[in-house]
């Protein structure tokens, strides 16, 4: 998307920021560009105070904690965090602190089309300390023209998460690589009396966003495919992968949990800790709240295949859920740094990355075993070292294609359309938006 199309956008949200700066949602550039009205403790240097507005709802109380490690560190730096959950309320949020001129100084930005729509506002961070520490899996979102642009937070990764002993109590001696192969299980655990599937499909995100994700990698080449879309070269209409991508989906379905349009991801996740589902598609991230459930759940990761194809569909999808950038125009943008730095320098910072919030580390000063980040990122990361992993794509839609995707996907799963329909409402979504 064009930079004068961002403007566009930001503008029409202006009414936006003004609710959001009356309920006290602001804290950008009027507060981080000046003194935050006190000294440090020697009172020789004011105090500045970083906002940082991210998305990722599920580390907020790690990040809190960090918060105060920082300060602590380095008392003239105040940082003020605010969350607002992924998609298109954090866009939408985002949007409008731009445009109220609340700007934060530090904010969340998914790589790809985002970085493209977002550069004109981004600090060049490429003579970072951390720059040559990043992973090669990690960079690619957010460099441009041998420029990086962000610090990516982790490596996420998703499939289908499994629960072993259930899978052993239905016989089920190796693992489902192949579409044939998963319905087969499917099958053994229902004989057995166990849900197969925990769906949580009333959350747009993980269909939209990350399910169909895998539709764009089993395509012969996804970054062309993704060209072709874009020039009309292309197109999901009669995709054979795609409709292998519905037929999936419905697997799911004939074999998953009631209601699965109205189950969120907390009411799946909790099934699924339970032992009353023995998959789910889901990623690392859900680790934490699992462990909450049920500690030492006996769990793993499987893909999700889409044919018979082994080789080709036999893997999981990994990508970097969120890279945190600096506002070029932000008063605060040294002290910014200085922040990012220290998060994956710093000895609680990293242990804060792969032990509290079970992440796969994006840097390689990092280190990460089986028992820090859990069993769910264990899996992930030796898919990572055989190279059975797919890119996640969903940074490469036109901003707000994940939404309309998720809403048509919901469409389909509630029996409201057929795959040819279906196929030809998510074309139309990137038709009108690309």
């Known amino acids: 998307m064009k930079n004068s199309k961002l403007s566009i956008v930001m503008a029409s949200v202006l009414s936006l920021s003004v609710m959001l700066a009356a309920c006290g949602g602001g804290g950008g550039s009027p507060t981080s560009a000046g003194t935050a009205g006190g000294s440090n403790a020697s009172g020789s240097e004011p105090q500045k105070t970083v906002t940082v507005f991210q998305f990722k709802t599920e580390i907020v109380e790690g990040l809190n904690e960090l918060k105060a490690a920082f300060e602590q560190d380095y008392p003239n730096i105040k940082l003020d965090i605010q ?53 090669q899996l990690a960079a690619g979102a957010i460099t441009k023209e041998n420029r990086v642009y962000g610090l990516p937070l982790d490596l996420e990764g998703f499939g289908y998460v499994y629960n072993k002993d259930l899978f052993a109590k239905a016989g089920i001696a190796e693992l489902p690589m192949t579409y044939s192969a998963l319905e087969e299980a499917a099958k053994k655990l229902q004989a057995a009396g166990i849900t197969p599937f925990a769906n949580a499909y009333q959350e747009w995100w993980l269909v939209g966003s990350q399910g169909i994700s895998v539709a764009f990698s089993n395509q012969d080449n996804a970054d062309e495919f993704i060209a072709g879309l874009n020039d ?40 699924f800790a339970n032992g009353e589902a023995a998959m789910m598609q889901e990623g690392n991230w859900a680790q934490t709240m699992i462990d909450g459930i049920s500690p030492n759940l006996n769990i793993g990761m ?62 390689t000063t ?20 055989k190279g059975d992993i797919f890119p996640h794509h ?31 409402n998510m074309q139309a979504a990137w038709d009108k938006l690309k």
């Not at 949007?95 to 089309?113: E, L, V």
């Open 232 to 271: 009309g070269t292309a197109s999901m209409i009669g995709n054979k992968h795609f409709e292998d991508w519905a037929r999936l989906m419905q697997l799911t379905l004939d074999y998953g949990n009631k209601n699965p349009l109205t189950t969120d991801y907390n009411t799946q996740v909790t099934m």
């Open 302 to 363: 499987l893909p999700m295949p889409l044919n018979d194809d082994a080789a080709r569909t036999g893997k999981v999808t990994i990508g970097v859920p969120v890279n945190l950038v600096v506002n070029k125009d932000s008063a605060a943008k040294e002290e910014a740094k200085t922040f990012l730095n220290w998060l994956v320098t710093s000895d609680i910072g990293k242990e804060y990355i792969v032990k509290k919030f079970k992440f796969i580390p994006a840097m």
């Open 394 to 424: 969903a940074g490469k839609y036109p901003d707000g294609v994940a939404q309309e995707f998720g809403s048509a996907i919901q469409h389909f799963l509630a029996g409201q359309s057929d795959v040819p329909t279906w196929q030809k």
């Open 83 to 135: 969350t607002v959950g992924g998609g298109a309320d954090y866009d939408a949020a985002l949007k409008a602190k731009f445009a109220s001129g609340a700007a934060p100084d530090i904010f969340s930005n998914n790589g790809y089309a985002s970085l493209d729509m977002w550069e004109e506002k981004l600090e060049d961070l490429s003579d970072q300390p951390w720059v040559n520490d990043l992973v």
């Open 366 to 385: 990092i280190q990460a075993t089986a028992e820090d980040v859990g069993p769910i990122a264990a899996d992930l990361m030796n898919y990572i070292e």
